[in-house]
């Protein structure tokens, strides 16, 4: 038996064209080559879309995935950040560099030390874009440089409260001199421990000045 094929319109044998139980005749109407082509314009056209709900909808599966295979190269994986490394030297050290790699250090920092942080990345790059000097002692910071200011000038985070959560509100950058200074306290903590030390030494010639 003989079909045409609805697509290209030749004439082929039935053999060409693929097994279809819903239509009427059991065969498909677009002949084997044709409904290739078709199928491939289709995944092409709509792959995006399927990779995305994918993704979305294996999540978890594809992350712990990706983890275990982490897990069993690890050899793979540091030679592969060695190699990049060395090929795009530029990258880290431009990325060591930015707002970006200093607001996450300083999270990671404040979490392993036991605060919450309730202050969004973005968030805290911008006001630390917006934050050019200490409010304190007013030295300056020069984030396009970050690593390379002198230590204590480094910006730090100072929570003004005692509840070890970071929020915007509660929050100061200020450098690292007058963040050890401050040590953990409050900021009035802080002022009334100056003022004590103030009037202890009410008569000496530098606080006289
Ligand atoms: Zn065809
Ligand atoms: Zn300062």
């Known amino acids: 038996m003989e079909k045409k094929c609805s697509k290209c319109k030749q004439i082929f044998d039935e053999s060409n064209f693929e097994k279809d139980n819903h239509i009427k005749s059991g065969l498909a109407s677009q002949c084997r080559s044709c409904k290739k082509l078709y199928m491939k314009d289709f995944y092409q056209k709509n792959k995006n879309k399927y990779y995305q709900d994918y993704r979305q909808k294996n999540r978890e599966k594809i992350l712990k995935m990706g983890k275990e295979w982490r897990d069993r190269n690890k050899l793979k994986c540091s030679v592969y950040s060695k190699d990049y490394h060395e090929i795009h030297p530029q990258y880290h050290k431009k990325y060591n560099n930015s707002i970006k790699a200093w607001v996450v250090r300083s999270f990671c920092g404040h979490k392993k030390r036991g605060f919450v942080v309730d202050i969004s990345v973005n968030d805290l790059i911008e006001r630390a874009e917006n934050t050019n000097e200490c409010p304190r002692c007013g030295v300056k910071f020069d984030w396009k440089n970050g690593r390379h200011l002198k230590n204590w000038q480094m910006p730090c985070i100072a929570c003004l409260t005692h509840n070890q ?45």
């Open 165 to 209: 959560t970071l929020t915007l509100e509660n929050i100061e950058i200020i450098c690292k001199k007058c963040n050890t200074q401050q040590n953990n306290d409050s900021l009035e903590e802080f002022f009334s421990y100056c003022r004590q030390f103030i009037n202890l030494y009410k008569e000496h010639p530098l606080i006289k000045k």
